[in-house]
C-alpha cells in the first residue's frame, strides 16, 4: 500500500502564495503518475495538476493554468505544488493522489491512492 501525506496547508490571504507537499512511503515503485485534487465544502473533488513520472508531462486545470505548478522530486518521493496569485475560490481541502499507470486522468476514480488532506484557506 502506498501512503500519501500532505503539508504545507494554511491561511494565506488574496495574491499570495503557497507551496504544497506529499510525501509518498511505502511500495513507491508502484506509483507512475500523481496529482492534486481539491474539495471545497459542498463541492465535488476537482482535478487540479497532474505529473507523470515516467514521462514528466504535466496537466493543468484551467482554471490555475499559468499560476500553478507541479513538480516533483524523485530523490525524496515528494510532490509539489507551488500557487502563486491565489483567489479565494481556491480555499479547499487539497489532496495528493498517485495511481499506478503514467497517464493523467483528471477524475478522481483514476487514482489508485489518497492522502488525507490539507487545508488551504484564502482570504479576501
Known amino acids: 500500500q502506498v501512503q500519501l501525506v500532505e503539508s504545507g496547508g494554511g491561511l494565506v490571504q488574496a495574491g499570495g502564495s503557497l507551496r504544497l507537499s506529499c510525501a509518498a512511503s511505502?511500495?513507491?515503485?508502484?506509483?507512475?503518475?500523481m496529482a492534486w485534487f481539491r474539495q471545497a465544502p459542498g463541492k465535488e473533488r476537482e482535478f487540479v495538476a497532474a505529473?507523470?513520472?515516467?514521462?514528466?508531462?504535466?496537466g493543468y486545470a484551467d482554471s490555475v493554468k499559468g499560476r500553478f505548478t507541479i513538480s516533483r522530486d524523485s530523490a525524496k518521493n515528494t510532490l509539489y505544488l507551488q500557487m502563486n496569485s491565489l483567489k479565494p475560490e481556491a480555499t479547499a481541502v487539497y489532496y495528493c493522489?498517485?495511481?499506478?499507470?503514467?497517464?493523467?486522468?483528471?477524475?478522481?476514480?483514476?487514482?489508485?491512492?489518497w492522502g488525507q488532506g490539507t487545508q488551504v484557506t484564502v482570504s479576501s
Open positions: 493522489a498517485a495511481r499506478r499507470f503514467s497517464e493523467l486522468p483528471t477524475v478522481p476514480i483514476g487514482y489508485d491512492y
Open positions: 511505502s511500495r513507491t515503485f508502484r506509483i507512475s503518475a
Open positions: 505529473i507523470s513520472l515516467i514521462h514528466s508531462r504535466t
